[in-house]
């Protein structure tokens, strides 16, 4: 890895046909995430899609990545974390005599990590355009399931899960695209229309899944976003007249009609947000918290990610911080909580609260194996980069 800054220009024009096909298909990957064709744990199509775009680029550039100074703290610590968990996984497999879950686990970060080193390197390399690829890329994959969700009849009331396996993956995919969208609008100069089409399409989406978590996780990014910290001013006055508008024409209908009486959609977020802590699962024991408290025996190095009979309820802890601690202690999660910092502190810590409510979401559900959050991280600790090479063209 090289540490020298790239400060050529680069432009569209400038990209030849291998530069195109591996944008191509990094962004092809946005648009079908949401796309399970196999079960959950299998390398879905998209992962395919990206595959092609390491592959491409990897000979494209003969495997010379250049990395800036800023990035390598991230990576190290990133590495670090993956080898600890290869490294307590191998552990426990000696150890119990079995493979439970704990391969496909450790596939799962070392996956991950490798594409938060591709888009890492794609961003030094392509610079803004990168940016700009995805954030299109993300605007078009949600907007393609907003239309699914729309012609397939969405708004009965029921838990809708789209193309994915369950209604909390809709609803994690849907509040990972609001947290791209929210990232990029003080990032780049945006098309607040398209941009407003893909708010609302993320926003609908997430109340369609009634994921109780992703649904609290939104209402929290939202009014952080829009009252605090959007600091574009034309784009507040959009938002705030947009806002007035829709509370407007609500409360005429309120007054006028029976739509939000009658709307099963509304009725049905209405009823999960109401039933909040009265589920069975909605206690400490019920995601699994309670293994923290009766197993403080794996504090320190973790139990690994498998073999979860070991525990009251088996099942893995649904919980991302949670999870992480009770699999590889509290060096496995000191790591991951480094890494994240590192970051966060390349982008001067203003994307904190984004990454705050994605954890929100996650105190309820294990979410790190999603890979879209590691590219989000990816293009948060990036954004070093993209600061230096305008400065420089």
Known sequence: MMSTIEITRLTKNELNMVDKLILFFYSLYFILSPIYLWSSGLPQISDLSIIFSIIIYTFYRKFTFKITEEIKPILLVGLLFVVWIIFINLIWIFRLQ????????????????????????????????????????????????????????????????????????????????????????????????????AMVSSIILILASLSKAAIVSMLGLLILYLFVKNKKKKLKKK???????????????????????????MNSVQERVDSIGEDADDNLEGRGYDRLYDHPEYWITGAGEGAYYRFKNNFELHSTLGNLLISYGIVGLSLFVLMVLFALRNDRFRSTYIVLFLMVYGLTHNGIRNSLLWILLALIASYTIKEINERTT
Not at 245 to 263: H, R, V
Request: net charge neutral.
């Open 239 to 265: 938002y705030v007249v947009c806002l007035a508008l829709i509370l407007a024409l609500g409360f005429s209908m309120y007054k006028a009609t029976d739509f939000f009486q009658e709307n099963q959609l």
């Open 98 to 197: 079995t493979i439970d879950n704990f391969l496909v686990s450790t596939f799962f970060y070392i996956y991950n990590y490798f594409l938060l080193f591709f888009v890492i390197a794609l961003v030094n390399h392509y610079k803004n355009i990168l940016f700009k690829v995805t954030y299109i890329s993300v605007i078009i994959s949600v907007i393609i399931q907003f239309l699914i969700y729309i012609i397939s009849g969405g708004g009965d009331g029921s838990r809708q899960v789209g193309f994915l396996n369950n209604p909390n993956q809709l609803g994690y995919y849907s509040l990972l695209i609001l947290a791209f969208l929210i990232f990029f609008s003080s990032k780049l100069d945006i098309k607040f229309y398209w941009f407003m089409l």
